[in-house]
């Protein structure tokens, strides 16, 4: 799906909800954040850098100061949910010592200590997704990017997720999430841009789900 | 650093051994690879076994008039070890060619009798000639053709050379040696080519069923190095196991072609096997550790840009 015309800025600490139908740009929009996709006209400032201008080493330690959670998890399946949070860890250069410090303070933060050693296909959908966002905090991120975090979860689990997500914020990491859950998005009472066809038609304070 | 390729060589172990039968599959594809190169060296070996002894079966015989004396023939035999092309130069003399001939003719009555009705030695003293290769025959007979010091007097002391008669059958294993030579080598050639490509290929495949995982180490901030790495050591541990199963494999199949095989090509493959562990175990470790490790180098390197 192709943006056009899409300029919006969030300062720090904000809570942005992006939603839309499926095929809107909302993973589009993640992607050109993430850099992972590259745009065909237009600028992606971090922190008044051009993330798209960035050399690789640069790239490299921008991500690290973003967290990402999936839809899908995407966690390394080789590796249990302690190791899954350490590789985010030991990626940025942390010491032995600090990972055993911190590892089991985040997995307790998401109710996983009783699960640290299971590997991911071990983990029931709610869990794998608190493990995603265990690992996603672990580095204490600027921003965390959450892609449609609640999509393969029941409401019980999506609930969950969203109030952890909550309370990272409230501690002052900046969220941007998309989804098109839109209990979710009423619940949180946050400011909501609403992507069609690849535009913004609206971009609200305390939005609600409009679509 | 030392810290980062601790992490790095652990979580390549942890991946080998976590993988399960993606690496058994693994092993299994580059075991075949280094079962065909060993098997291509004990070919070889065997091939040349082979061909050593058809060239130790070429030799060219100087036969000498009767009367020569012992002195001049030894003279000859000396001036001929002189030569580059010759490797050994074996004498026998009038007698002993007498004696040989009756050996060899023992059970044949009408013939030994023909020989005793002629009331003397018929034949000659001759010196055996081997060259260092069987292609060095035809420069070794020109020798005799142009050289004049084998005359005595106005008489040459040379009675023939039998290089002519033989000229057709040398030539043809000439031929045949170096024909085979070049066969074999291109044959190894191409089955080490494509057993190369097998196992490029399936690591290729396996780092690709991977790619993703690679997509989520790169979002996560990790390094290129960090991200590599771990795959790279992997792909050395497919080689260092495959190198292992492959020298055991040929400890048991060695014995059978020793026990088999030893009358047919000539050589005893499990005592070569044996002679030349420590060498063969090195080529199978070298082949399997930088074939697994480039492999996966290369196999990665394309999802890690940007």
């Known amino acids: 799906m192709s943006l056009e015309d899409v300029t919006f800025s969030i300062t720090q600490g904000e809570f942005v909800s992006i939603v839309g139908h499926s095929g809107a740009g909302k993973t589009t929009l993640t992607k050109l954040i993430l850099a992972e996709e590259a745009p065909t006209e237009g600028t992606v400032f971090f922190e008044s850098t051009n993330i798209h201008t960035l050399s690789n080493r640069d790239l490299t330690n921008f991500r690290r100061k973003v967290g990402i959670v999936f839809q899908d998890f995407r966690l390394l399946p080789n590796r249990t949910a302690y190791e899954n949070i350490a590789f985010a860890m030991e990626s940025t250069g942390k010491s032995d010592i600090e990972i055993m410090e911190d590892v089991p303070h985040v997995l307790e933060l998401v109710d996983l200590a009783n699960r640290a050693f299971h590997f991911p296909h071990q983990l029931s959908g709610g869990e794998k997704q608190r493990l995603a966002i265990a690992r996603a905090i672990i580095t204490s991120p600027e921003l965390i990017i959450a892609d449609e975090p609640t999509g393969n979860l029941d409401p019980t689990n999506a609930k969950e997720v969203i109030n952890i997500l909550k309370k990272i914020n409230d501690l002052g990491t900046t969220i941007i999430l998309t989804t098109h859950n839109s209990s979710v998005i009423d619940q949180l009472k946050k400011r909501v841009i609403t992507l069609q066809d690849g535009r913004i038609i609206r971009d609200e304070k305390e939005g609600k789900y409009m679509i | ?306």
Do not use: C
């Not at chain 2, 065997?46 to 058809?54: G, H, M, T």
């Open chain 2, 1 to 306: 650093m030392l810290t980062h390729s601790k992490r790095i060589i652990r979580s390549g172990y942890k991946n080998f051994i976590r993988s399960g039968f993606t690496s058994v599959a693994s092993v299994l594809i580059m075991t075949i690879t280094l079962f065909v190169i060993t098997s291509l060296i004990f070919v070889q070996v065997a091939l040349n076994s082979s061909l050593n002894d058809i060239k130790e079966k070429v030799d060219v015989t100087v036969y000498f008039v009767q009367d020569t004396s012992e002195a001049d023939i030894l003279g000859v035999q000396s001036a001929l070890e002189k030569l580059p092309e010759v490797k050994s130069v074996t004498y026998t003399s009038s007698e002993e060619a007498l004696n040989q001939f009756k050996d060899k003719h023992a059970n044949d009555y009408l013939t030994l009798q023909a020989l005793d009705e002629l009331n003397g030695n018929p034949l000659g003293a001759t010196l055996n000639i081997k060259a260092k290769d069987p292609s060095q025959y035809e420069s070794i007979s020109n020798y005799f053709e142009n050289g004049d010091a084998f005359s005595k007097g106005t008489l040459t002391i040379i009675d023939k050379v039998d290089y002519h008669q033989n000229k057709i059958v040398i030539d043809r294993l000439n031929a045949i040696i170096s024909g085979a030579q070049k066969l074999g080598f291109v044959f190894s050639l191409i089955l080490i080519l494509i057993s190369l490509a097998i196992t490029f290929n399936t690591i290729r495949l396996i780092i690709y069923m991977s790619r993703e995982e690679i997509g989520v180490m790169r979002l996560v901030g990790a390094g290129k190095k960090y991200i590599q790495g771990p795959f790279i050591v992997s792909g050395v541990l497919v080689g260092l196991t495959s190198a292992i199963v492959t020298i055991l494999l040929f400890i048991p199949i060695s014995i059978w072609l020793g026990n088999q095989m030893t009358d047919f090509v000539g050589i005893n493959m499990f005592t070569y096997y044996k002679d030349n562990f420590f060498q063969l175990f090195i080529i199978m470790l070298v082949s399997g550790v930088l074939l697994g490790g480039i492999s996966s180098f290369l196999a990665v390197i394309r999802y890690i840009k940007k």
